[in-house]
C-alpha cells in the first residue's frame, strides 16, 4: 500500500488531458478525503486529481448536472487522460479556508497593535495574545460571518436544485487570499448529485463528517448542513464542536490506546457537544464563546440543534441551509468592531459598552425597521448597526432591512447614508421604493436626497411600487 507522499504529485510533473492539453504542476494548494487539489503553470487552471483511480465517467456525469450557472463552484472543464481526475478553471490569490483562518501569522515586533492586545503580550499570557492576535489578523468574526454566509448561499442554491455537495470541508472552499476582498468559491465538487444517488455512498473528511455518514449513511442535504455548520463553529469560535474537557482530561493519562480511542470518538462526534444543554460532562469554555455568540442567541440555538443528542440522532430536527444563512446574516448585521480593541461584539443596548474591553463605543449608526399593521401593530422586521470611524463616511444600507432576506439580493442597496457636521444626509434612494419622512403632514415623497439637520434621529416610511405587501415599513435611524 502507498504512503499519501507516494501519491502526490511532484513540482513539474506533466499532466496531459483528453484534449491533448499539457498541463504542468506547480504545488498542492488544498483537497478533500478523495483527492489533491494542484495549481499549474497556468494561474487560472487548477488540477484535481483523485487518491485513488476510479473511472473519469464520474466527471462527464458531473458536467451534465443541472449545477446553476450563477453559483461559486469550480466545474470540470476537461478530463484527465492517464490519470483519475480533471482540469478545472482557478481564481488567482485564492487560498483554503484551512489557511485563511488558520494560526499562521506571527506578530512583527514594529507592528501597530492596540493596548488592549498589548496587555495580553506577556510570558504567562503569551498563548492568549497569539490567538487573539491571529483572530484579529485573519479578519475577526465579521469576516468569518461573511465568508460562512457566502458558503451557505451556495449550498442553498445547490439544495434548491434538488443537489448535495458532500464532503464540504475547510480544505475544499477557498476565499480571497488579499483580506480586503471576500469571494469564495468551492472547488471540489466530485461527488455533487442528485440525493437519491448520494444517499447511497458516504463521502466525508474525518473532523467535519455527520454522524450518519461516518457510521456508513450516505450524503443528503442534512449532512451537507451539518459540516457546514460544524467547519463554521470551528473557524468562528476557534475548536472542534466536540474537542471538551474529556478529551483534555484524558489526555493526561498515559494510555496511548485508550487516547486515540477517545480522540476518534471525538472525531466522530459520539461526545456530548461542548456547550451541551443536557450534558456538561464534556463542557469547554475557551473564554470567547459567550462574546461570540452569547448564550441563549439565535446562533447558540443553531449550534445546539446540530450538535446535540437529537441534531445527531434525528437529522431533520438540524437547520436547514437557507436557517444557517438567515441566522449569520442577522449577526452580521449586528456586529460592530470596537475601536479601542479591534474585536467584534453585537450591540445590545444603547449603552454600547464593548464587552472585550469595557470601552464605551460612540458614533454608531443604528437602523431598525418595523412592520406597520392599521390595529397599530407594530412588528420589527431587522437590526442594522455599523460603526461611523469619522464624519466623511458614506454608509451603504442594504435592501434587506425592507424586505427581509433574500439570497439574491445580498449586495443589493435600499439607499445611504452620510455625516456631516449639521446633521444626516439620506440620498441614492432605490428606485423601487417610494420614501417619505414619518411625521411630513404632506406626504411628500423623497426622491435625490435629503437633509436632515441638528438632529441624530429620523423616522422614514417605506413602500416597495407595485407589491402590496411590502407596505408601511418604518424606518428608525438614529446616531448613538
Not at 6 to 16: A, M, P, Q
Not at 87 to 104: R, T
Not at 201 to 211: I, V
Not at 349 to 375: A, G, H, R, V
Amino acid at each position: 500500500m502507498k504512503n499519501k507522499s507516494e501519491n502526490l504529485l511532484t513540482n513539474g510533473e506533466k499532466i496531459v488531458d483528453l484534449n491533448g492539453n499539457e498541463h504542468i504542476i506547480e504545488k498542492r494548494i488544498g483537497g478533500g478525503g478523495q483527492g489533491d487539489i494542484y495549481s499549474t503553470k497556468d494561474p487560472s487552471i487548477a488540477l484535481k486529481i483523485n487518491k485513488k483511480d476510479d473511472n473519469n465517467e464520474l466527471f462527464e456525469t458531473l458536467i451534465r448536472l443541472p449545477i446553476p450557472r450563477n453559483i461559486n463552484i469550480t466545474l470540470p472543464i476537461a478530463i484527465l487522460k492517464e490519470k483519475s481526475g480533471y482540469v478545472m478553471a482557478f481564481l488567482e490569490k485564492m487560498i483554503p479556508f484551512e489557511k485563511s483562518f488558520g494560526k499562521n501569522l506571527s506578530y512583527q515586533k514594529d507592528e501597530i497593535i492596540s493596548s488592549w492586545l498589548k496587555s495580553f503580550n506577556k510570558e504567562e499570557t503569551e498563548t492568549m495574545f497569539n490567538d487573539f492576535y491571529n483572530y484579529q489578523k485573519t479578519g475577526g468574526k465579521l469576516k468569518r460571518l461573511l465568508a460562512y454566509l457566502k458558503c451557505g448561499i451556495v449550498m442553498a442554491k445547490l439544495h434548491t436544485n434538488g443537489l448535495v455537495y458532500c464532503d464540504f470541508s475547510t480544505n475544499n472552499v477557498f476565499i480571497s487570499e488579499n483580506r480586503k476582498y471576500n469571494n469564495v468559491y468551492f472547488i471540489d465538487a466530485d461527488n455533487l448529485n442528485f440525493q437519491e444517488y448520494t444517499k447511497r455512498q458516504g463521502y466525508y473528511t474525518p473532523w467535519f463528517a455527520a454522524p450518519e455518514v461516518i457510521a456508513g449513511g450516505g450524503c443528503t442535504y442534512y449532512s451537507d448542513d451539518y459540516s457546514l455548520i460544524l467547519s463554521f463553529f470551528w473557524d468562528l469560535i476557534g475548536i472542534h464542536p466536540f474537542k471538551g474537557q474529556k478529551l483534555d482530561t484524558e489526555n493526561d493519562f498515559d494510555s496511548e490506546n485508550f487516547g486515540d480511542n477517545l480522540e476518534e470518538k471525538v472525531m466522530n462526534g459520539e461526545l456530548p457537544w461542548i456547550r451541551d444543554k443536557e450534558d456538561s460532562s464534556n463542557f469547554k469554555d475557551n473564554g470567547t464563546y459567550d462574546l461570540l455568540v452569547r448564550e441563549n442567541s439565535e446562533l447558540d440555538i443553531l449550534f445546539d440543534r446540530t450538535f446535540s443528542k437529537k441534531g445527531k440522532e434525528n437529522r431533520i430536527t438540524r437547520p436547514t441551509s437557507f436557517e444557517i444563512i438567515y441566522e449569520i446574516i442577522k449577526e452580521f448585521d449586528r456586529t460592530i468592531k470596537c475601536k479601542n480593541c479591534e474585536m467584534e461584539y453585537v450591540m445590545e443596548n444603547e449603552e454600547n459598552k464593548c464587552p472585550w474591553c469595557d470601552y464605551e463605543n460612540n458614533k454608531i449608526l443604528k437602523i431598525s425597521t418595523f412592520k406597520l399593521y392599521s390595529d397599530n401593530r407594530k412588528i420589527k422586521i431587522w437590526d442594522f448597526v455599523e460603526e461611523i470611524n469619522n464624519e466623511n463616511d458614506e454608509l451603504s444600507i442594504p435592501v434587506r432591512i425592507v424586505e427581509d432576506f433574500l439570497i439574491d439580493r445580498l449586495e443589493e442597496e435600499l439607499f445611504k447614508i452620510k455625516l456631516n457636521d449639521r446633521g444626516i444626509v439620506i440620498c441614492y434612494f432605490n428606485e423601487e421604493f417610494d420614501f417619505r419622512i414619518e411625521d411630513d403632514k404632506n406626504n411628500k415623497k423623497l426622491f435625490e436626497k435629503i437633509n436632515i439637520e441638528n438632529k441624530s434621529t429620523v423616522h422614514l416610511i417605506c413602500n416597495k411600487k407595485n407589491n402590496q405587501f411590502i407596505k408601511n415599513i418604518l424606518i428608525e435611524v438614529e446616531i448613538i
